[in-house]
Nanobody
Framework: QVQLVQSGGEAVQPGGSLRISCTASGPSLRNYAIGWFREAPGKEREGIGCVGVTADSSYYVDSVKGRFTISRANVENTAYLQMNSLKAEDTANYFC?????????????????WGQGTRVTVSS
């Protein structure tokens, strides 16, 4: 059973950058698709992007496309969410998750394990 531990959330100013880490224990992350979700206050959990097992499969929601990048470091068994040009509307709790595929509908039910969540606050 894979377990995910997140780190790296903090408060940043608009326009700033931040990287969140998601480290797995147990099975290797290389066997899974990786998804990132966020949950803003008063809103439902939203899938913002995913990468498949192979490097040629990825998806980003329009609101973060071109600003956020998901990557993985297989040697470290860690996935990353690099967030650039942050906006106030990016303020949310962010969650990593692993599943069997990266699909554009990003249904939470398709992901089998979740990180504990990381708070990101974008404010001046």
């Amino acid at each position: 059973q894979v377990q995910l531990v997140q780190s790296g959330g903090e408060a940043v100013q608009p326009g700033g950058s931040l990287r969140i880490s998601c480290t797995a224990s147990g099975p290797s992350l290389r066997n899974y698709a990786i998804g990132w979700f966020r949950e803003a206050p008063g809103k439902e959990r939203e899938g913002i992007g995913c990468v498949g097992v192979t490097a040629d499969s990825s998806y980003y929601v329009d609101s973060v496309k071109g600003r956020f990048t998901i990557s993985r470091a297989n040697v470290e068994n860690t996935a990353y969410l690099q967030m650039n040009s942050l906006k106030a509307e990016d303020t949310a709790n962010y969650f990593c998750a692993v599943g069997w595929g990266c699909y554009t509908d990003m249904r939470p039910a398709d992901y089998r394990a979740w990180g504990q969540g990381t708070r990101v606050t974008v404010s001046s």
